[in-house]
T-cell receptor, first 117, second 115 residues
């Protein structure tokens, strides 16, 4: 089945550090990638949607200068949390959707647990 | 209004029994899609089953079936013959919009399978 690789799986770093998370579709071309944030025992909160070659569309309340998203190719999207602070600590998970229409399911990466000290 | 409502925060089921996880949705679109995902404690999201709004038959995938009642705007997930490995969070989600980029998740139901 479709595979999405997300790296790293866990990051622990100091406040003020910028952290980059990669999301790759390994066996399909992802025209659209999604980035979510999930708090413990809560549902996924969509942060932004990115289409290859165009700027990401951010959800209301998500700071685009804080969470930089780049979807440079059909198989790679990156999320950079700039100058991370403890309140940015969370579980971040990406998903990718293949060509073939809007009803293609999203395939998720394994997520990244980000801890800012 | 909530786009996706899952009213059962936690459910228990005996191993080998069937269980139904509820999901209702709210949309004015004629064309939309409904999805169920499973999230084990490890965190990954696993796609289970999909139902399109124009599909006349209920979707089935192995032990998973989706009880789609369009008039009631419900899309309940039925898991037959529960297994211990089915213990996880289950999320109902809906796609709406022409581009399909409007995607909403419910709050999830935690399912525990009891031996």
């Amino acid at each position: 089945g479709a595979v999405v690789s997300q790296h790293p799986s866990r990051v622990i770093c100091k406040s003020g550090t910028s952290v980059k998370i990669e999301c790759r579709s390994l066996d399909f071309q992802a025209t659209t990638m999604f980035w979510y944030r999930q708090f413990p025992k809560k549902s996924l909160m969509l942060m932004a949607t990115s289409n290859e070659g165009s700027k990401a569309t951010y959800e209301q309340g998500v700071e685009k200068d804080k969470f930089l998203i780049n979807h440079a190719s059909l198989t790679l999207s990156t999320l950079t949390v700039t100058s991370a602070h403890p309140e940015d600590s969370s579980f971040y998970i990406c998903s990718a959707r293949a060509r073939g229409g809007r009803d293609q399911p999203q395939h998720f990466g394994d997520g990244t647990r980000l801890s800012i000290l | 209004a909530q786009k996706i409502t899952q009213t059962q925060p936690g459910m228990f089921v005996q191993e080998k029994e069937a269980v139904t996880l509820d999901c209702t949705y709210d949309t004015s679109d004629q064309s939309y899609g409904l999805f169920w995902y499973k999230q084990p404690s490890s965190g990954e999201m696993i796609f289970l089953i999909y139902q399109g709004s124009y599909d006349e038959q209920n979707a089935t995938e192995g032990r998973y079936s989706l009880n789609f009642q369009k008039a009631r705007k419900s899309a309940n997930l039925v898991i037959s013959a529960s297994q211990l490995g089915d213990s996880a969070m289950y999320f109902c989600a809906m796609r709406e919009g022409m581009a399909g980029n409007q995607f909403y998740f419910g709050t999830g139901t935690s399912l525990t399978v009891i031996p």
